[in-house]
């Protein structure tokens, strides 16, 4: 079943239910939440109210509170169906989730029916507020990007076409013209998401840097580095300890992590290097400027991105906690993942990278670590395109 499909059934089952939670749909941009949302609205009784706070301006607490208003007066007025109120982008309001809490908490003493559903574009930003404050009174939907089987299903992409466009579904109609596809994922989604949920949200006190490691880290995509050789790459000075700050920030709003290495503990290695990681390769040919043809002509530049594809599929899965990614690299050996769930631990090599699987590193691994299965993506094991229709917690 189609990801969007089973959080769309899994919302509709939580809204037709007794009112027990704020429901609150997390992911990063254009990955289907409004969507979600409304499908959701339209397939149960009660009246509903959309609102959004995606606005330059930044709603102060009071426009919270006339939108809240006016939904409890749709839930009032219910025959017994009770009312929902969708609010998106919560958390560009200042000081939301104390609002949203004292809200909440009056309704439920004064058995108003009003179910509240939650859409934020950035799960670290929205997850700040609702920890805090919420503790108890919600349940998240994580969104995810898209995979290539819901691509696929939606668009007909073919293996090749997600790998260089990546998971971003209301930028397909523009793939035929490639320099407007890139143009759009860079004006719609990266600059949005830098500068108006991160830049805007967060502490960041150096926006310059800031950005010079966003297009870096999609440059070096699949590759280990030291946060020394990032530093060093950079125009605006910055220290590790802000560089690894910056890129958990990107990690949250669904864009670039920096994978760990792994140590076999629960308890991972801080100071090691980095594997960074896109979230969806989209991000690394858009932001290249360079022509689809560039990668896909350059048997090293399409390794890394084909790599980067299997290591976007990993961890969009990892973002609802069915698995744990790393990598594993001791002195020239060197393993591109490894995921563990709560029952085996796996190890993976795509073959398509410019560097070639080698039994001397799983051998290596295999001696610190008990692995349960070593996986060759793109080789005998299974190939690329069926790694990337997979759920690979099941692997």
């Known amino acids: 079943m189609s990801f969007q499909r089973n959080q769309l059934r899994l919302l509709v089952s939580r809204l037709t239910e007794p009112r027990r939670f704020i429901q609150v749909l997390a992911g990063p941009r254009q990955v289907g939440k409004t969507t979600v949302a409304r499908a959701a609205v ?166 310059a840097l800031f950005r010079q490691l966003f297009d870096l880290a999609c440059a070096y995509s699949s590759q280990i580095v030291t946060w020394e050789k990032l530093v060093g790459q950079l125009q605006d000075a910055g220290n590790t300890t802000t560089l690894a700050h910056y890129v958990e920030l990107l990690a949250g709003a669904g864009m670039i992590t920096g994978l760990k290495k792994y140590s076999g503990a629960s308890v991972r290695k801080r100071g090691s290097s980095p594997k960074l990681q896109v979230f969806n390769t989209a991000l690394i040919t858009a932001q290249s400027r360079l022509p689809m043809h560039a990668f896909r002509d350059d048997p090293a530049r399409w390794g890394r991105l084909v790599e980067s594809a299997v290591g976007a599929h990993l961890v969009n899965v990892a973002m609802d906690g069915r698995l744990e990614v790393t990598y594993w690299r001791e002195r020239d050996d060197e393993v591109d993942f490894v995921i563990r769930t709560p029952s085996r631990t796996v190890a993976i090599e795509v073959k398509s990278s410019a560097r070639a699987p080698t039994q001397a590193a799983w051998i290596a691994l295999q001696r610190r670590y008990a692995i349960d299965r070593f996986m060759v993506v793109g080789g005998e094991d299974i190939s690329v395109e069926e790694f990337l229709l997979s759920a690979p917690e099941t692997m």
Do not use: C
């Open 42 to 207: 339209a397939q149960i009784a009660s009246p509903s109210l959309f609102a959004s706070a995606d606005d330059p301006g930044l709603p102060a607490t009071e426009w919270l509170q006339s939108i809240w208003s006016r939904a409890r007066e749709l839930a009032r007025g219910a025959s017994g169906t009770g009312a929902v109120l969708v609010l998106d982008e919560v958390q560009k309001i200042p000081g939301w989730a104390n609002t949203v809490k004292a809200l909440w908490d009056a309704d439920t003493a004064q058995a108003i029916d009003l179910h509240v559903v939650l859409l934020g574009s950035a799960p670290l930003l929205v997850g700040a507020g609702l920890t805090e404050s919420l503790a108890g009174r919600f349940e998240v939907l994580r969104f995810p990007h898209w995979s290539l089987w819901e691509m696929r299903a939606a668009f007909g992409v073919s293996l090749d076409e997600f790998v260089l466009f990546g998971g971003y579904p209301g930028a397909d109609p523009l793939r035929p013209t490639p320099e407007r596809w890139s143009a759009y994922i860079r004006d719609a989604i990266i600059e949005p998401t830098i500068a108006r949920d991160v830049l805007t949200m967060t502490r960041v006190d150096k926006p």
